[in-house]
């Protein structure tokens, strides 16, 4: 009681090196918060509309190295946590693609469920409904291995893109806080991703339960920073 937490995830980083490409000083870095842990470790999916031509990723590649700028994508938001992978792909496959962003990741959804957009990258939660619902296609998961609510969906790996695009999402609290309160914080983080409740929970949504240890995470951090910017 009494003490502030947030929720941390990829955001930070995406938002962060936006402001420093474009010469701005973020209103806060990672220097401002002490890190306990994270518990998820979530890949994008790259969804096409359910009538799409597209069966497979190599069919997407395909079509847009062919008309270069011609097919569209939607996210969730400039420079946000589902445009970057989208960029990800784009680099890793040598094509170029018109982005429409829009005000969230369920807008950026129902564009690619209306037709409006060609394919999207976007989380788990939001995209296996629709999927189940044959109301999109989904062509890979952007990870090194499959996810278990989807094993039939190919990662990006496997198929030889250099695509992956995984998003973390912990408990940071702000610089400053009782060492004491650290501590009992990050021992109570690593007792609940053990927790059997909990890890039904997140995957029934169809993310996947990942620990990180504050320095774990720190150091993945680093190196998720170095590839967003």
Known sequence: DGYTLTMGCT??????????????????????????????LSPTLIS???NSPWKTLSDLIKDCKAKPGHYAFSSGGLYGMSHVPAERL???????????PHKGGGPALSAVVGGHVDFTTQFCPSTIPLYRGNKLRVLAVQSDKRLKSVPEVPSVKELGVDAEYQAWIGIMAPKGTPDPIVKRLREVL??????KTFIDTIENAGEVVHYMSAEELSNYWDDETKKIA
């Open 11 to 40: 955001t930070i980083s995406c938002a962060n090196e936006w402001e420093l490409a474009n010469g701005r000083k973020p209103l806060a870095t990672r220097e401002d918060f002490v890190l306990i842990g994270s518990y998820i």
């Open 90 to 100: 784009m680099r890793a496959a040598g094509i170029q693609c018109r982005h429409v």
């Open 190 to 195: 690593a007792t609940v991703v053990k927790d």
């Open 48 to 50: 096409v509309p359910a």
